[in-house]
């Protein structure tokens, strides 16, 4: 065959390539973003042994409602643990009484998620940790992220904080300093 016959044939590998890691990409239980902002490898018996250190700091975990409470303005959600795995999808702890299958809690302002969370069966949380504690040992954090997965495909949903005063610049600043400057800045 010569140069130019393989040309196609190299072509279509290519973008064949690129298809498939565009694909792969796109695929991620958690989006760049939060991965990139969290905390590596952080777990629920060190985020419990060492709040103080992770306070205002993004964690992800993985969990399972266990129960929720209102108040006027948020809801409060009781997550029993499940270590995420190397996609971010929630499993059941290795031990089941083990330090890694204790609960946390998460809030998250009233109404702003969807309906069909409650028919979540495990959830992957990414949340900024507020520093606090509910029945002494179940950190509590301030939801920003979280996918759900139901029982069936119907009953996933995905749901994130959305601050519309936030207005995000460029990375390294502004190349035109002349533009207005929104509250982001």
Not at 26 to 51: F, K, Q
Not at 94 to 101: C, D, R
Request: with cysteine; hydrophobic share 35%.
């Amino acid at each position: 065959m010569t140069t130019y016959g393989q040309l196609p044939r190299r072509l279509f590998c290519l973008l064949l390539a690129i298809s498939l890691t565009l694909a792969a990409a796109g695929c991620s239980n958690v989006p760049r973003r939060y991965v990139r902002m969290a905390e590596r490898d952080v777990t629920l018996t060190g985020l419990v042994a060492s709040l103080e250190k992770y306070q205002g700091k993004m964690v992800l975990l993985g969990g399972t409602l266990i129960e929720e409470e209102a108040n006027e303005e948020y809801i409060w959600l009781r997550l029993k643990n499940r270590p995420l795995d190397q996609n971010y999808t929630p499993h059941l702890p290795a031990e089941p009484s083990g330090p890694e299958a204790g609960f946390y809690w998460v809030t998250v302002e009233k109404n702003k998620l969807p309906q069909t969370y409650r028919s979540w069966a495990r959830m992957t949380v990414a949340g900024r940790v507020t520093g606090t504690t509910r029945f002494e040992t179940e950190p509590v954090l301030a939801l920003v992220y979280v996918r759900g997965w139901g029982i069936d495909g119907k009953h996933h949903g995905v749901w994130e904080h959305i601050d519309p005063n936030y207005v995000p610049g460029p990375p390294g600043g502004s190349r035109y300093p002349n533009l207005p400057r929104g509250p982001g800045y």
